[in-house]
């Protein structure tokens, strides 16, 4: 009889337990990444002379801009549309692990701030497939953005990548490290 | 005995219970959201002479259309960069609780529905973080738009929101109250 | 004293289980889609001179390109938005069911890739809600796509999209198969 009423209890702990789990989905889900790794990447921002290193380039302006330059007011309104080499170290010669690949804008007047969707795409032994990120590029110098999914050894990843700007040379030049934790891997 | 075979069957059903729930996932999850919030934001399109105050501009459109005015045929293939800010209530000159960065763009020749990729900023005491919307805008009096990430306070968010039309005039001010529903909190 | 114990390891390795569920959501999760869907969708793109059928056109190209002509070096930084016929065969000329909205950007100088960020918008008897889709497109035979959020009949919707290339006629005309698999349904 004892052993039937402690059954029954545990029975409905773990009920509630359940149901609160799924209606809220809060309490027992951890930030400890099931994948994390480190990149680089490089862009090199096309600006009427260097057609051939060049790696992204400005398709959109606001009136007024013209697309060799970088528009006034920190750029307020660019559109960058780029197909970065990325690279395990911060080396920009060093063999491109893949490519970063989508565009970003500049979307604020009165200091620099952009707004990003682009995938890393892997083509090779070691990762076959995409991860796609999206969202506010605050440029501080640490800054968190959203893994929206993704393909292949990432299918239907989740998480959040951390950028940090590794180096900048005037509007030519600018490389990103890039710290991928993903928390829902299938 | 008895207790065993109860205990054999509350185990079975626990597991099948399980992997039901894991393989569709679909009846438990409730639609409850674990966090609700009001917002409005204000936008004021760059029409070549409003330079201070506007707070988007412009930045793609089709062959034979210009950046100052909005394209015919219901703007079909305009692009729009902004950074507009966010308010607590319906009032332009409220004191903004955040930022609303991203893009819009017509996308339809025979009347006006939009595509948006964007994200709510916030770095106050209150929140600190981003989330991050994408989807079709009909531009319906009420319509969704998916909730597809967030950072900081918003880490890993999903959900819905709720857009509506607050307030029109003519193309250079618009105003949307955005109620939104997160359904997966971290 | 012994069911008592038997309960006891019982508990035990239910709490293990649903805590390296909950921090790794990796092994249950099954792979066989909640819903699943084909449709094509018809995309033709304005060259100055089909205003009239098109129902895409360029509206961002880097500087030395105009608007009405893809862009050299595989159309790098072209943006196009579109409005196309989503169908449920393959034939142009059948009563769409639906439309699929958003840009797609050309993204490599050496070959062809595109990155996507678009809708399926249903609106009839059959469904009614929005699918949204985004990443990268390799052009590859066949490739695959990330569902990154849904609303309507697709409310929350999370999953995979498979693209093949059905037709493509010059630069005036493609379609594009694309099998739906959405793997979490609300």
Redesign the interface.
Same mark, same amino acid.
């Given at each position: 009889m004892a052993?039937?009423r402690?059954?029954a209890t545990?029975?409905l702990s773990?009920l509630l337990? +359940? +149901?609160s =789990?799924? $209606?809220? /989905?809060?309490k027992?889900?951890?930030?400890?990444p099931?994948k994390q790794m480190v990149f680089y990447f490089h862009d090199i921002l096309?600006n009427?002379k260097n057609g051939k290193n060049a790696t992204s380039? %400005?398709?959109?302006? #606001?009136?007024g801009a013209?697309?060799?330059t970088l528009a006034g007011q920190n750029h !307020?309104?660019?559109?960058v549309? !780029?197909?970065d080499p990325i690279t395990l170290d911060n080396n920009l010669h060093s063999i491109p692990v893949g490519?970063a690949?989508? !565009?970003y804008?500049? =979307? /604020?007047?009165d200091f620099f $701030?952009a707004?990003l969707?682009?995938?890393f795409?892997f083509?090779s032994t070691r990762h076959k497939g995409?991860i $796609?990120f999206?969202? #506010?590029d #605050?440029l501080n110098k640490t800054? =968190?953005?959203?893994? %929206? @999914? @993704? $393909?292949?050894d990432f !299918?239907?990843a /989740?998480?959040?990548a951390t950028l940090m700007t590794n180096a900048v040379e005037g509007e030519a030049y600018f490389r990103l490290q890039v710290d991928i934790k993903l928390?829902?891997?299938?």
């Open positions: 052993a039937t402690l059954i545990l029975v773990f337990l +359940s +149901s =789990d799924a $209606t809220h /989905r809060k027992i889900r951890s930030r400890r099931c096309y009427g380039a %400005i398709v959109g302006a #606001p009136a013209n697309r060799t !307020f309104g660019n559109l549309v !780029f197909d490519r690949q989508g !565009f804008l500049y =979307d /604020r007047k $701030t707004w969707g682009f995938s795409v083509n995409s $796609t999206a969202g #506010p #605050p800054r =968190d953005i959203s893994v %929206i @999914g @993704g $393909t292949g !299918f239907m /989740r998480g959040i928390l829902e891997c299938w």
